[in-house]
């Protein structure tokens, strides 16, 4: 009777450990605050700093940055970061309204945005810098590396002319002119 029981109780406690639940591991979102609807403002801060060897232009090139920096917002898309790390962008672009969908990514502060342009194969935008929450606004932090690692990826995915319709130059020549680049936006909720 005793061997009985004990076998019984073996049988008991190894199912009991079968019937063990792994439950699913829910990672929060990094940034809560974010999700919502947002526009980038003008740049609220800028420097710039020019290669040795480009000094005599260093006015000609930081005119044409001070100038996006200050008169045109550098993300000019309203964006809709969605809790499921989607995203959807609108740009009233004059004669129609374009919009986008996409995903975004953030890894420690680094904020990187992915849109098509609804309707379209390749046209595709990227935006990638550093956030920063304060005041119940993001602070977006918009460094020369970053604008040339967005400008290729548009060259690659063919979508440069988006790009040049904001810069209106070569990018790439022009950056390669730059040491240093910092731009510092904000984006305010809608």
Same mark, same amino acid.
């Given at each position: 009777?005793?061997?009985?029981?004990?076998?019984?109780?073996?049988?008991?406690?190894?199912?009991?450990?079968?019937?063990?639940?792994?439950?699913?591991?829910?990672?929060?979102?990094?940034?809560?605050?974010?999700?919502?609807?947002?526009?980038?403002?003008?740049?609220?801060?800028?420097?710039?700093?020019?290669?040795?060897?480009?000094?005599?232009?260093e006015v000609?090139?930081?005119?044409?940055?001070?100038?996006?920096?200050?008169?045109?917002?550098?993300?000019?898309? %309203?964006?809709?970061f969605n809790?499921?790390?989607?995203?959807?962008? +609108?740009?009233?672009? $004059? !004669?129609?309204?374009? *919009? /986008? #969908?996409?995903?975004?990514?953030?890894?420690?502060?680094?904020?990187? %945005?992915?849109?098509?342009?609804?309707?379209?194969?390749?046209?595709? +935008?990227?935006?990638? $810098? !550093?956030?920063?929450? *304060? /005041? #119940?606004?993001?602070?977006?932090?918009?460094?020369?590396?970053?604008?040339?690692?967005?400008?290729?990826?548009?060259?690659?995915?063919?979508?440069?002319?988006?790009?040049?319709?904001?810069?209106?130059?070569?990018?790439?020549?022009?950056?390669?002119?730059?040491?240093?680049?910092?731009?510092?936006?904000?984006?305010?909720?809608?």
């Open positions: 009777m005793n061997k009985l029981l004990f076998l019984l109780t073996i049988i008991t406690l190894s199912f009991s450990s079968c019937t063990k639940v792994d439950y699913e591991k829910v990672t929060p979102h990094p940034y809560p605050e974010i999700v919502g609807t947002w526009k980038f403002n003008l740049a609220n801060y800028f420097t710039i700093h020019i290669e040795d060897a480009y000094k005599q232009e000609a090139i930081a005119d044409k940055y001070e100038t996006l920096a200050i008169r045109k917002p550098l993300i000019d898309l %309203i964006i809709t809790d499921n790390m989607t995203c959807t962008g +609108v740009k009233d672009n $004059g !004669n129609e309204v374009l *919009r /986008y #969908k996409g995903i975004y990514t953030i890894v420690g502060n680094k904020l990187s %945005i992915v849109m098509k342009l609804v309707g379209s194969n390749n046209q595709t +935008v990227y935006y990638s $810098g !550093n956030i920063e929450m *304060r /005041y #119940k606004k993001f602070f977006f932090y918009y460094y020369k590396e970053t604008i040339l690692d967005d400008y290729t990826k548009e060259i690659k995915s063919g979508s440069e002319p988006h790009i040049k319709s904001i810069f209106d130059f070569s990018e790439e020549e022009l950056l390669n002119k730059i040491s240093y680049l910092e731009m510092h936006l904000i984006m305010e909720k809608v």
